[in-house]
């Protein structure tokens, strides 16, 4: 008996530390580590920096280009050498070394335009870039708090079955002192049982669930949060979202819509870029040449043994498109295409936004109202539990009678957390459309 009371108190105890030595995390701190260390953010952010680099040395276009080249040659070749008058052929080895040097500069000083788009459209690439990484933000916001307020729903439901395990184990012990009395049938104490095992399965399901739940929002932040840790007990709603507000200026404000209309501007700067190509070019031309052969050995009476060039020229160059082969007309056409086709995504994307939204209101404003049914009908559930157990305790109610009670109180409780959750989440998604979130 001893040996059984210790048994119980250590296994007491370990629950005890199980349940208290898990470190609470709020939802703040989730957010901030998968803004800082989530995968998706860290992934937007490369491809906004490597915009941003681009941007930062768009001024290249306007400076000119300047090479410069060098180099040195050595020949040994077998010559031979006729003349008309043959006094004068000639065979045998020539050698001879040269070395040559050049800065050359191009300067193209007007290009129909062309380098004042694509600095342009550099610009507008990297202003994209950063509105991909706000709307990767949100939408990682948005899927850590559905997330972490599935835990939380979860914790719930298992508080909800931890508390009809109390009621069933009331149930076992009255079946158990009527057996014993001789006023209660076994059928209604082995019904009790299984119903109390069943609930005992389902705190083992649940518990599993919750487990794998938290492993995968520690995914969503890089795996930084504790080996062991916990999240809050109640799911906060938002009872007071006006769809006014919310569809007020979300084109402003929706940074998917925003980095789609910046789709429509880098379009049309491409296809500037494209008409320009219509129009003649000049450039600036300037180098600076040095030469120097050395003939070591010669075989030919008429070259020099030594020579030395060095010198500079410069000048204007025009460039004027006759005929291409229709390609410049064709690009033109394609990049006009694009516009088009840019635009018409944008108000695609406008739409399905606008629609959105207001799907998620009625989403939003029906899981109120039915939240506030719940809340009523769990007071009732509850009431209706405490009467049956009551009189079951009296021999007044069956114990039929008790586990319909018992039943309806646990679809009551299953119902209302799911009413919380679905309140959050149509919370949730309207903010993420309206980019709320990311306030």
Do not use: C
């Amino acid at each position: 008996m001893k040996l059984r009371f210790f048994a119980v108190l250590f296994l007491f105890f370990v629950a005890f530390n199980i349940a208290f030595g898990q470190e609470e995390v709020s939802l703040e701190q989730v957010i901030s580590l998968a803004l800082e260390k989530g995968y998706d953010v860290r992934i937007a952010r490369t491809a906004s920096e490597a915009a941003e680099t681009d941007k930062a040395y768009a001024w290249g276009a306007f400076v000119p280009q300047i090479n410069a080249t060098a180099s040195t040659v050595r020949n040994n070749n077998e010559q031979e050498l006729r003349f008309q008058e043959t006094s004068r052929n000639n065979s045998g080895k020539a050698e001879s070394k040269n070395v040559s040097a050049a800065v050359q500069l191009q300067w193209i000083l007007f290009d129909g335009t062309r380098m004042f788009a694509t600095r342009e459209r550099i610009s507008s690439i990297a202003e994209q870039g950063e509105l991909l990484v706000k709307d990767q933000m949100v939408n990682t916001i948005a899927t850590i708090i559905t997330g972490y307020y599935d835990i939380v729903r979860q914790k719930q439901q298992l508080k909800a079955i931890q508390e009809q395990m109390s009621v069933s184990e009331e149930r076992v012990k009255l079946a158990e002192r009527k057996l014993q009395v001789g006023t209660g049938i076994k059928p209604e104490l082995l019904q009790a049982r299984v119903d109390f095992n069943a609930q005992r399965m389902q705190v083992l399901q649940q518990e599993s669930i919750i487990a794998q739940l938290k492993q995968q929002l520690n995914a969503l932040v890089g795996l930084q949060l504790p080996t062991v840790f916990d999240v809050a007990d109640t799911i906060i709603i938002d009872l007071n979202l006006k769809p006014e507000e919310l569809s007020q200026n979300v084109e402003n404000t929706n940074f998917g819509l925003m980095a789609a209309r910046e789709n429509m501007h880098i379009a049309s700067l491409s296809l500037r870029e494209r008409r320009a190509e219509y129009l003649p070019f000049l450039s600036f031309n300037a180098a600076y040449n040095y030469s120097k052969t050395d003939n070591i050995r010669l075989i030919n009476p008429f070259s020099a043994l030594y020579s030395q060039q060095n010198g500079y020229n410069y000048g204007l160059t025009v460039n004027v498109p006759i005929i291409t082969n229709f390609n410049t007309r064709r690009l033109s056409q394609q990049a006009k295409i694009e516009v088009n086709r840019q635009t018409l995504l944008y108000e695609q994307a406008r739409n399905n936004i606008n629609v959105g939204l207001k799907n998620a209101y009625v989403n939003y404003d029906n899981a109120k109202k039915i939240l506030i049914i719940e809340e009523e009908t769990i007071g009732l559930a509850k009431e209706n539990v405490f009467i049956a157990l009551e009189g079951f305790k009296r021999g007044v109610t069956t114990y039929i009678e008790l586990r319909t009670a018992q039943q309806s109180l646990a679809d009551a409780y299953n119902r209302l957390i799911l009413a919380r959750y679905n309140a959050k989440f149509a919370e949730t998604e309207l903010l993420r459309l309206s980019g709320g979130l990311l306030k």
